[in-house]
């Protein structure tokens, strides 16, 4: 009778799962303990200050150190080192002014670089101005980030601005331009113990992103139509025109023409399907010249926009192979109650077959096991309450229980390839017989792929970094892409 209440428990629970995951599991879905794939994040400065060293702060003199070296090499090395996780910090916006191909002055170049970008993997390319593609392993947007404009410029006690990127990459480096929208990738990169040479300050370990700014804005001539439904068009042809001399200089031309994209959210470049000339149309007409010639080209000097990479340290660091589980006891049935907080601990593992348990918290009042060892009693908390039989719970800021408990640990044996899925978390949902005796019943919780899960494994900085639910805190309120996760991207990382 036990195996069948037991079949119907878990039953129960997996269909509220589905529910409260809008009834999608991704198939290749393993809960983490499949491991998973470098996506990058970027994040200010100290999100996490418990897990993470500061970032250095900016030298006094380091800004001109490094514009004194840089006007000194012959050959610009485009060589950074292999960064994973690492602070961007702002060193130098250039106030060099440019003047484009007609003779006009477009200003200061460095207020023409935005949205600083970085390449997850070797082989990406720029494209005439398009990245080849964006995403956790293409070209990502480090947050915060324009030459002229940081938001979080003064965000460091030094007054230049950081961002943190986790799981990054330094393959190569791109800024989006602000008349042309364009992606420019015309970088070299500076080693700071390079610098240490010659400027005033040891800069070892730091590595130095130099950009030199270029535009390339095609010139385009207004061309006004009537469409064959004698509707009045307005679009426009490549290229700089005289109106006065006529149509006949564009005949055969293509005309374009922008047009609002509600679901891009922007403009939207189109080719008409008419050339210029094309009979069944009528009026062309030439108009102004829009842009005219406003390329500008590169000088070479690499000093429009500089920023630092130093590799971020782990104020304690983990070793790689921790995992942190958190687990569900197979009560939670609605959205207030998937906190996945009734029990969390890590796993670090001490041999290839041996590991030891830290328990952080026990939400759940129902006695739990975590590799045959009551989480309560471990806690320091073996009684039961005597009418109810339920726990308190122990560090999940639920009120009239207990908190600030310090962690507790034991070894286990288990297997380090399994990444924790092998150690044994069990409930009892068992009920009080006819005598009024609790008779219990022991549910072993399970992360089957691609199946409803109650136990989840993710990276040890969810427990060090206290990222777990309060008690009854949805988990996918608390972490909003957490549904998407479990529907159709098992390798993102959502619990940052």
Request: glycine share 10%.
């Amino acid at each position: 009778m036990k195996g069948n209440e037991a079949a119907s428990i878990v039953e129960k629970y997996n269909q509220a799962f589905l529910k409260y995951v809008g009834g999608t599991i991704a198939s290749d879905q393993t809960w983490g303990f499949g491991g998973y794939e470098t996506a990058a994040k970027t994040r200010t400065i100290n999100v996490n200050g418990n897990l993470w060293k500061d970032c250095p702060a900016v030298g006094n003199t380091e800004e001109a150190d490094v514009l004194a070296y840089l006007s000194t090499l012959q050959t610009k090395e485009k060589n950074p080192v292999r960064l994973q996780n690492y602070f961007v910090t702002q060193i130098h916006k250039g106030d060099e002014t440019y003047n484009n191909q007609d003779g006009g002055s477009v200003g200061v170049g460095s207020d023409k670089m935005n949205n600083l970008h970085i390449a997850m993997s070797e082989g990406l390319t720029i494209n005439n101005g398009a990245l080849s593609a964006e995403g956790a392993t293409a070209w990502d947007h480090i947050n915060n980030f324009n030459a002229g404009n940081c938001t979080d410029w003064s965000a460091g006690t030094d007054g230049h601005g950081n961002t943190m990127v986790i799981n990054g990459g330094t393959f190569d480096f791109a800024y989006q331009g602000a008349e042309d929208s364009k992606y420019h990738n015309r970088w070299c990169s500076i080693d700071g113990a390079n610098v240490s040479k010659t400027g005033g300050g040891n800069y070892a370990g730091y590595y130095y992103i130099c950009f030199d700014f270029e535009q390339d804005v095609t010139a385009h001539t207004v061309i006004k139509f009537r469409d064959p439904s004698n509707t009045p068009r307005q679009g426009y042809v490549k290229g700089s025109f005289d109106k006065t001399l006529g149509t006949d200089q564009v005949n055969g031309m293509t005309v374009y023409y922008s047009e609002w994209d509600a679901t891009a959210g922007k403009n939207v470049e189109h080719t008409y399907e008419w050339t210029v000339g094309q009979e069944g149309t009528s009026e062309w007409a030439l108009d102004n010249v829009l842009n005219g010639n406003m390329m500008v080209n590169p000088n070479s000097s690499y000093k429009d926009w500089i920023v630092r990479l130093v590799k971020a340290e782990r104020e304690n660091e983990p070793d790689p192979d921790d995992v942190c589980i958190i687990a569900e006891d197979l009560t939670a049935d609605d959205d207030t109650d998937f906190d996945f907080n009734d029990v969390v601990f890590t796993v670090h593992y001490k041999t290839t077959k041996t590991a030891t348990v830290t328990l952080y918290a026990a939400g759940g009042t129902l006695p739990l096991k975590v590799a045959g060892h009551e989480v309560h009693r471990e806690f320091g908390y073996p009684d039961a309450d005597s009418e109810t039989g339920l726990y308190k719970m122990i560090n999940t800021g639920a009120k009239a229980n207990v908190n600030g408990v310090p962690t507790k640990s034991f070894d286990v044996e288990c297997d380090k390839s399994k990444r924790g899925n092998d150690i044994t978390i069990e409930v009892d949902k068992g009920s009080k017989n006819e005598q009024g005796v609790h008779v219990p019943n022991w549910i072993t919780l399970t992360a089957t792929k691609g199946e409803p899960a109650a136990k989840l494994c993710v990276g040890v900085e969810f427990a060090t970094g206290n990222k777990w639910c309060d008690e009854r805190q949805s988990i996918k309120e608390k972490y909003p892409i957490f549904s998407q996760w479990v529907a159709s991207n098992p390798a993102q990382i959502w619990w940052y």
